[in-house]
């Protein structure tokens, strides 16, 4: 990815911004006519579909894929998902032929591979069924990792050794991203319930974390809200509205982020997450992915 390109990409993405399209908390299509706008990374908003999206899956254990079951994982046919492993600088083809494909991501550097599949595919086939088009996923995820705070399992802070990896996997790839999808905060959740979460030094690391993601990638983010974790614990519910009104807030006033699923705070009651209450199952993963996929597609409002 050459620095010029960047930093076109980069300026198309605040040109976009000017003309309606960026905004805070979209989880439909975009404000702008057919062909006015760019999202940032390349593939026109409105207009007719590309044939290919790139696609940056971050965030920490629920990204990754945590002990989940790729036996019941969506179902993708050939030429909808592939995905860059940066180990040995390949793509691979991620289908149902070989169920072990399923097992998203790589260990690689301080990256993580998922344990026993992960959201990706569920996300790649609805989006092939909005768009036609198919995804390239790049996979940054690692457990543990907060978006500001670092439980001793990294953090998503500009500089830190997890962020460094994961942008070198992503320029590695020489791949022209589309867009980011990051979901995480349960780490930050976990820090929320106690005293030592201050709300304003939240917001400014999530704030860091977009700009080093969309300054360095010329794509916009689009977060996935951290679900009701934790409830067996005092204080987790209420943790839990804390870190989603933060990066609400945040992601408001930011023109290159959005919001894009939310409806994800009855998993628990529905039966959807583990009884630790903290990580997605299978069958969460599959409709996460989804509904972000499906939201994604409306959000390029490309004509298939």
Known sequence: MGGINQLIRISTSLLAVAAGCGGGQQEGPSSCAANQCSDG?????????????????????????????????????????????AADNSFRQVTSDDMETYNTGEWHQSLARSKTGSMIPAFAKAFNGATGASITAISTARGGAGIYYDL????????????????????????????????????????????????????????????????????????????????????????????????????????????????NLDFRDRGLVFTDIVHYNQAGQNEIGAQAGQALAAWFSCEK
């Open 41 to 85: 990374g390349g593939s026109s908003v409105g207009g007719p579909c590309a044939e290919e999206y790139v696609v940056v899956f971050a965030g920490q254990s629920n990204m990754q894929g945590e002990n989940t079951d790729h036996l019941t994982s969506t179902l993708v046919g050939d030429g909808i998902l592939q995905e860059y492993l």
């Open 152 to 263: 001793n399992l990294g953090s998503w802070r500009p500089g830190s050794s997890l962020f460094a990896d994961a942008n070198q996997k992503i320029i590695q790839s020489q791949k022209d991203v589309d867009a980011i999808v990051y979901l995480g905060g349960e780490t930050d959740v976990a820090v929320a319930k106690g005293t030592s979460y201050v709300d304003g030094e939240f917001k400014q690391g999530v704030q860091s974390m977009i700009d080093e993601f969309t300054d360095t990638h010329g794509a916009p983010i689009h977060f996935i809200l951290p679900s009701h974790i934790n409830a067996q614990e005092p204080n987790g519910d209420a943790a839990t509205m804390v870190v989603r009104n933060a990066i609400r807030e945040v992601v408001s006033q930011d023109g290159n982020a959005y919001v894009l699923f939310e409806d």
